[in-house]
């Protein structure tokens, strides 16, 4: 289906007039955006529509109120973890943005799962060791899909480490875990292939070392940053799944597993992030890329209506850390047109979009950023599956099955 619908298809859907549909426009509702043909036309969000309209039948009575909940945002489960506010998340109170400026991401991991804050230069433990053999299994991956393959590497490692980690405790054996996990940026670095993190390495300092650049106080500051910023987003898709498979039983590595591999649509789409940023050194440049997307009905990668009532917070600061970079691919004018084009179409730029910028400021190597994200994510991630050992709850949403009278099953 395409992402905008027109100005008839719109009312058709909600049942309304035309001043109810120009009345949801005006208060928020339903985002619109302008018709590039120089008429007076605008085209409407297709998934606010679907979301207003979900909502109206189940007041009516005549749609499942989960439908609303499961779909388009509204809250499901109790968490004391994180939650989405206007400036950006708050991870057990402190705002995610005011941590990225001066704690560790190590760090803000324990405060994710103790609800904790110690801001002391983190103790750096040993990280597993590869498993047996794994290296092989890993030289593979990487040798079938390249710069590709962090999301699958990351995978086999944690699935690997369940089955030999040692019981030294859910918070400790995930800290170990992360460190190990950076190793496997070596393979998008110029040695290719895993390099272990050295005794008193930051994580952010050990990502870099891997991926072959220098750690200079400017680049680790504001990749640490970037960790923090993106260590957890309340319960997006990934989360979710992890938590089900907690609430199943499943140990701890299983659950990460389970998050990491439903987490690959996020790097399908980051891949044609990486294609509509290609050889863009101008706003001029990226406006042109963007214009086929609109004029077809679609959303360009990288942009969606989001979860915040205006703007999603974590990609300006995103786009801030990646102007202190030193690459010249960032100009004032790219990050300043990603940042304000929610004014322009009525729609925002994702943190995803964010990181990318970032990660060519910073010279990272093509494919660190789903890495990047995965990494940071598995604080989030473990927080989430602590919090759900403690529910004696399963997570289990019900179908509600809908017969089609053109398909009966019969015994010949």
């Keep these: 289906m395409r992402n905008y619908v027109t100005s008839r298809e719109a009312i058709a859907l909600l049942d309304v007039k035309l001043q109810t549909l120009y009345a949801y426009v005006s208060r928020g509702l339903i985002h619109s955006a302008p018709v590039n043909d120089g008429s007076k036309e605008r085209l409407y969000l297709r998934a606010d529509i679907e979301k207003l309209r979900l909502r109206a039948e189940a007041r009516s009575g005549h749609g499942a109120v989960a439908a609303d909940a499961m779909h388009y945002g509204q809250p499901v489960i109790t968490s004391e973890i994180t939650e989405l506010t206007a400036d950006g998340p708050r991870y057990r109170g402190y705002l995610a943005t005011d941590l990225a400026e001066s704690v560790l991401f190590e760090n803000v991991a324990r405060l994710l799962w103790t609800g904790t804050l110690d801001v002391a230069v983190a103790t750096t433990p040993q990280p597993h060791p590869l498993p047996a053999n794994i290296d092989v299994l890993c030289r593979d991956i990487y040798a079938r899909y390249g710069n590709n393959s962090i999301l699958r590497l990351f995978a086999t490692y944690v699935f690997a480490c369940g089955m030999d980690e040692p019981d030294t405790g859910h918070q400790l054996a995930a800290l170990r875990l992360m460190y190990g996990l950076t190793g496997f940026f ?133 786009l801030d850390l990646a102007r202190r970079g030193r690459h010249a691919y960032v100009t004032d004018s790219v990050t300043a047109f990603l940042a304000g084009e929610a004014e322009r179409v009525g729609l925002h730029a994702k943190a995803m979009l964010g990181l990318e910028v970032f990660a060519r400021a910073m010279n990272l190597p093509r494919g660190a950023v789903p890495g990047v994200f995965l990494l940071a994510r598995t604080a989030g991630w473990v927080a989430h599956i602590l919090e759900q050992y403690t529910s004696d709850t399963p997570l289990r949403p019900r179908a509600k099955f809908v017969s089609d009278p053109n398909r009966v099953g019969r015994f010949s």
């Design 186 to 318: 070596g393979y998008l670095g110029p040695r290719k292939h895993y390099r272990a993190p050295e005794p008193g390495e930051s994580i952010a300092q050990a990502v870099l070392h891997a991926c072959g650049l220098d750690c200079d106080e400017v680049r680790v500051r504001a990749l640490n940053a970037a960790l923090v910023i993106l260590a957890d987003y309340e319960l997006a898709s990934a989360t979710f799944v992890a938590r089900v498979a907690a609430s199943s039983g499943a140990d701890i590595n299983a659950c990460i597993v389970a998050a990491i591999e439903s987490s690959s649509g996020w790097v399908v789409e980051h891949r044609r992030v990486e294609r509509l940023l290609d050889s863009v050194t101008s706003e001029a440049e990226l406006k042109a890329r963007l214009e086929p997307f609109r004029d077809g009905g679609d959303l360009p990668p990288g942009f969606q209506p989001n979860l915040y009532a205006s703007h999603d917070p974590r990609t300006a600061p995103l």
